[in-house]
């Protein structure tokens, strides 16, 4: 199966730095990507989402990028506000089997005004 | 996502009690999931539904159980058997389990006393 390493933990950033969140992926059949923020005690909300037939995709401050050939993946936010703060979680897909996604461990991002 | 509920949002239990979370959802989604949520653990499947009347055990299932009756529900039972059932609950549902995007519901924190 599918397992996913997502690096660092914690991040720590002072307002308007970049914050970059990497992930690994151990299954080359995997296809889909997607990218989900977790505010405290809040539910799991889907923020990007990148295909394997794209290297990189953006959306106003946040961009994910795919390195198929290493099989890694990154969440880039660029000027980071303290609403920011949140667990980042990545997750893999394959494109057979159950298509059921495997999620990273999460990184939790604190940003300071 | 505001069309997947999730109660309670708060839920106490005593050792060797059996006690079922609630999950409903009205965006006529085929594909129903239940994950657990431990600190630094990120998500781990706990048993998933692709239609009704059918579902899968996911990585951690022993301990748990579920029913489909219904599209529109999938309940989780956390038995007695579960030897560490303190966490967070999430259920989720996409339009098919082929399909990219999942919606989380809000959770439920589950406390055993």
């Known amino acids: 199966g599918e397992n996913v390493e997502q690096h660092p933990s914690t991040l720590s950033v002072q307002e308007g730095d970049s914050a970059v969140i990497k992930c690994t992926y151990s299954d080359s059949a995997s296809n889909y990507f997607p990218w989900y923020k977790q505010e405290l005690g809040k539910r799991p909300q889907l923020i990007i989402d990148i295909r394997s037939n794209v290297g990189e995709k953006k959306d106003q401050r946040i961009a994910v990028t795919l390195n198929k050939t290493a099989k890694h993946f990154s969440l880039h936010i660029t000027e980071t506000q303290p609403e920011d703060s949140a667990v980042y979680f990545c997750?893999?897909?394959?494109?057979?089997?159950?298509?059921?996604?495997?999620f990273g461990r999460g990184t939790s991002l604190i940003v300071h005004p | 996502d505001g069309g997947i509920t999730q109660s309670p949002k708060y839920l106490f239990r005593k050792e060797g009690q059996n006690v079922t979370l609630s999950c409903e959802q009205n965006?006529?989604?085929?594909?129903m999931y239940w994950y657990r949520q431990d600190p630094g653990q990120g998500l781990r499947l706990i048993y998933y539904s692709q239609i009704v009347n059918d579902f899968q055990k996911g990585d951690i299932a022993e301990g748990y159980s579920v029913s489909r009756e219904k599209k529109e529900s999938f309940p989780l039972t956390v038995t007695s058997a579960q030897k560490n059932p303190t966490a967070f609950y999430l259920c989720a549902s996409s339009m098919s389990s082929g399909t990219d995007t999942q919606y989380f519901g809000p959770g439920t924190r589950l406390t055993v006393l």
């Open positions: 965006l006529n989604h085929d594909a």
């Open positions: 997750a893999a897909r394959e494109s057979g089997g159950s298509y059921i996604p495997t």
